[in-house]
C-alpha cells in the first residue's frame, strides 16, 4: 500500500522539465524576534500561545536547536531562555490551565527523547520537567493532539528516517510518565507534523514527497493516505513546517512551508484541494526565505494580530543570525482573498 500511494505521488515527474511555482503574493511581517544566540542553522520551529484575557500579551515559543528555547512576546523581544541541547519542532497544549510544552530532543542521536516543560504564563518563562526516552533514532519532528473523548495528551515523534512514534504524555502525577504506543513509516525523511483536535487527523509532511494523512488515535490502522505531493509549482522540496486555522466542524486550512521556493502553500480542509500560496516580504521588515517550523493561532492577538498570528522561521536573517518573523493572518487572508 505505501509503495502504492508513493508511487501515485511521483507518477509523472520521470523525465519531466522543471516546474515553475505558482507566483504568490507578498505578506509583510508585522513584527520579528530578537535574533538567537547561535549561528548557522539554529532557530527552528515556533508554538504560540494565546492569552485569552489579555490577547496582547500572548506568547511565542522557538527553539534553538544548538543550544536551548526561547520565550518571546508579541513585539518579538526576548523575555527568557532556557538552555537545552538539540531541541528541534516544538508544540504546545493548555492542559485545564496549565500549558504543558513538548520538543523534540535530537541530543542522542542513537534514542529520540521528548523534552518536556511546563510555561509559567506570569513570569513568562519555561520550567523543564524532564527528557523521556521514546525509541532507537534521531528525533526530528515533534506535534501534540489532545483526545476529545477523554483530553489524554498524546505526542507524535517523527524521526529523521521518516518513522513517526506516538507517544502518550501522562503530567497528572509528580512526576510525567511517557509511554510510546504505536509507530507509523514513511519512506524517507519527514519533519513537519501538525493535529487537527477537532478530526483526530495527523498530518506529516514528507520532505521530498508530500503530505500525509493518518488518523491520530492510537488504535487507528497505521495506514498513510496521500493528500498533497510536492509538485514544484504549488509545493517545492522540502515540504516542511506545518500549521492548521480550523473553521467550524471540518473546515479551514492546512499550511505548508514550500522551503524551496520561499513560500507558504494552503489547502482547503477536508478536501484538500489546493487553496493558494503566498511569501513573507516587502515591509520594513526583511522577509523569510528557506524556512523551517511555522505556527499559526487564530483569534484576537491585540489590534496587530486581529484575526490570528502566523509565526514563520526565517532560515537568512543576515547580517544577524537566524530569527522567527510574526505575520498578521489577516492580511494573509486579504491577499489570497480568503
Given at each position: ?18 516546474a ?24 527552528d ?14 506568547l ?12 518571546y ?13 538539540r ?162 466542524g ?51 492577538f ?33 491577499a489570497?482573498?480568503?
Open positions: 500500500m505505501r509503495a502504492a500511494l508513493l508511487t501515485l505521488l511521483l507518477a509523472g515527474c520521470a523525465g519531466m522539465p522543471a515553475t511555482p505558482v507566483t504568490a503574493p507578498i505578506v509583510a511581517a508585522s513584527a520579528e524576534t530578537d535574533p538567537v544566540d547561535s549561528a548557522a542553522d539554529a532557530a520551529d515556533p508554538a504560540i500561545w494565546r492569552n485569552r484575557a489579555n490577547p496582547a500579551a500572548s511565542v515559543i522557538g527553539t534553538d536547536k544548538q543550544a536551548g528555547i526561547h520565550v512576546d508579541l513585539k518579538g523581544k526576548r523575555l527568557s531562555f532556557t538552555p537545552a541541547a531541541l528541534n519542532n516544538v508544540d504546545l497544549r493548555d492542559m485545564g490551565g496549565r500549558v504543558i510544552v513538548a520538543a523534540s530532543d535530537r541530543a542522542d542521536k542513537a534514542t529520540a527523547h521528548v523534552a518536556l516543560f511546563t510555561l509559567d504564563t506570569v513570569a513568562r518563562r519555561l520550567v523543564p520537567m524532564g527528557r523521556y526516552p521514546v525509541g532507537a533514532g534521531e528525533a526530528y519532528g515533534m506535534c501534540l493532539w489532545t483526545r476529545a473523548s477523554d483530553k489524554a495528551l498524546f505526542g507524535f515523534v517523527v524521526l529523521k528516517d521518516g518513522r513517526i512514534d506516538q507517544v502518550r504524555i501522562d503530567v497528572a502525577g509528580a512526576t510525567p510518565r511517557v509511554e510510546t504506543v504505536r509507530s507509523m513509516k514513511l519512506g524517507t525523511q519527514a519533519e513537519g507534523c501538525v493535529v487537527d483536535d477537532r478530526t483526530g487527523l495527523l498530518y506529516v509532511a514528507e520532505e521530498d514527497v508530500g503530505l500525509w494523512r493518518f488518523a491520530a488515535d492510537p488504535a487507528a490502522p497505521t495506514t498513510a493516505t496521500a493528500i498533497a505531493r510536492v509538485d514544484g509549482r504549488t509545493l517545492v522540496a522540502d515540504a516542511e513546517g506545518l500549521a492548521l486555522a480550523p473553521r467550524g471540518k473546515g479551514g486550512y492546512l499550511v505548508a512551508s514550500s522551503q524551496g521556493d520561499n513560500a507558504y502553500t494552503l489547502y482547503r480542509l477536508p478536501d484538500m484541494t489546493y487553496a493558494g500560496r503566498f511569501r513573507i516580504g516587502g515591509g520594513q521588515i526583511d522577509g523569510t526565505s528557506e524556512t523551517d517550523g511555522i505556527e499559526l493561532a487564530l483569534g484576537d491585540g489590534p496587530d494580530y486581529p484575526e490570528g498570528l502566523f509565526v514563520a522561521q526565517d532560515g537568512d536573517n543576515a547580517p544577524d543570525t537566524q530569527n522567527f518573523k510574526y505575520v498578521s493572518w489577516a492580511k494573509v487572508k486579504a489570497l482573498r480568503l
